[in-house]
């Protein structure tokens, strides 16, 4: 018996979720659609291609390893609260709002929104997450 879309999509984000905080480019690159978009609005940022993201996320954004992604929902997409690891080193810190787009069995698009201050208390992302809570 096939899957329903629902399921697919839930499927996909749970293994993009498991990919981005593992850091494994292998399986990230897997997920995207060749055409796959990564953007950080309002910033002029933005990638195409699989291979161009994972560029940028092992390039400049190599920050984001280590990474926690917590699920929330948007209407209509799979989306993240992102906390990276404390610079403190006592447990973790907001860094974003990921909002991941799919069709069909691919990613399509990230969006990746860094007001954590304004958009984390609209879906319930706690603001800090600490090393008992991981």
Not at 68 to 91: D, E, K, W
Not at 101 to 118: A, K, L, M, P, Q
Request: glycine fraction near 8%; charged fraction near 15%.
């Amino acid at each position: 018996m096939a899957q329903s879309p629902d399921a697919v999509q839930r499927a996909l984000a749970k293994r993009y979720a498991a990919a981005f905080s593992g850091f494994d480019m292998e399986e990230l690159h897997m997920l995207l659609h060749v055409d796959a978009t990564m953007s950080l609005p309002p910033h002029a940022l933005w990638m195409r291609g699989a291979t161009d993201i994972q560029a940028w996320l092992t390039g400049p954004a190599v920050g984001c390893r280590g990474s926690l992604l917590v699920p929330t929902v948007t209407i209509g997409s799979p989306a993240f609260g992102q906390y990276r690891p404390s610079l403190t080193g006592a447990g973790f810190e907001p860094w974003a709002l990921q909002v991941v787009d799919i069709s069909g069995d691919r990613i399509t698009d990230i969006h990746v929104f860094r007001d954590t201050e304004r958009l984390f208390p609209l879906f319930n992302l706690p603001p800090h997450i600490g090393e008992q809570q991981v």
